[in-house]
T-cell receptor
Framework: QKEVEQNSGPLSVPEGAIASLNCTYS??????FFWYRQYSGKSPELIMF????GDKEDGRFTAQLNKASQYVSLLIRDSQPSDSATYLC?????????????FGKGTLLTVNP | GAGVSQSPSNKVTEKGKDVELRCDPI?????LYWYRQSLGQGLEFLIY????????KSGLPSDRFSAERTGGSVSTLTIQRTQQEDSAVYLC????????????FGDGTRLSIL
């Protein structure tokens, strides 16, 4: 059973701070990793994806991947109240079912004004 | 269309009735996925389509659940003889192709079984 683990939170940060969200995964062969943002009552929205070890930056978001440690993280700089949401980590399975995403249960982020 | 479109957005029905949920993927996306999200739970994979074929139906919870896709585009998920445990948000996603392509989600159908 492939697993993706996230701290459920809630993670509370003040406005303007850096929010750090973490995720570990069990499938050592996984090659692609995604972060989705889900507002309450809404569907998941893709915000970042990363395929290679290291950092990938897009605006205020940075995804970090360490395949050796089976660890992926999302940093949100200059956090805004509008960033308050649940963040889902998703990992593509390796092998023949590489179309299948396994999701973590999400980390609830609250950004306080 | 610009995004994945799902209908209806909400469905309330009585236990034992059949329901049909519809998904229209992003134009040009060959891969389509159905997921289910129950209250407080993670996303549960149901089925994957590549074109009109469904190479992976492993996530369908029972034989009351079925899905089809026609013309390589619109998909319908059918739940027969609904049960209260079927109450959930049913999410459809599409991607440009299968494999490790990013998946984009529709707004979902919130299904409530009375």
């Amino acid at each position: 059973q492939k697993e993706v683990e996230q701290n459920s939170g809630p993670l509370s940060v003040p406005e303007g701070a850096i929010a750090s969200l973490n995720c570990t995964y069990s499938d050592r062969g996984s090659q692609s990793f995604f972060w989705y943002r889900q507002y309450s009552g809404k569907s998941p929205e893709l915000i970042m994806f990363i395929y290679s070890n290291g950092d990938k930056e897009d605006g205020r978001f940075t995804a970090q991947l360490n395949k050796a440690s089976q660890y992926v993280s999302l940093l949100i700089r200059d956090s805004q109240p509008s960033d308050s949401a649940t963040y889902l980590c998703a990992v593509h399975n390796s092998g023949g079912s590489n179309y299948k995403l396994t999701f973590g249960k999400g980390t609830l982020l609250t950004v306080n004004p | 269309g610009a995004g994945v479109s799902q209908s209806p957005s909400n469905k309330v029905t009585e236990k034992g009735k059949d329901v049909e949920l519809r998904c229209d993927p992003i134009s040009g996306h060959t891969a389509l996925y159905w997921y289910r999200q129950s209250l407080g739970q993670g996303l549960e994979f149901l089925i994957y389509f590549q074109g009109n074929s469904a190479p992976d139906k492993s996530g369908l919870p029972s034989d009351r659940f079925s899905a089809e896709r026609t013309g390589g585009s619109v998909s319908t998920l059918t739940i027969q003889r609904t049960q209260q445990e079927d109450s959930a948000v049913y999410l459809c996603a599409s991607s440009r192709s299968g494999g490790n392509q990013p998946q984009h989600f529709g707004d979902g159908t919130r299904l409530s079984i009375l």
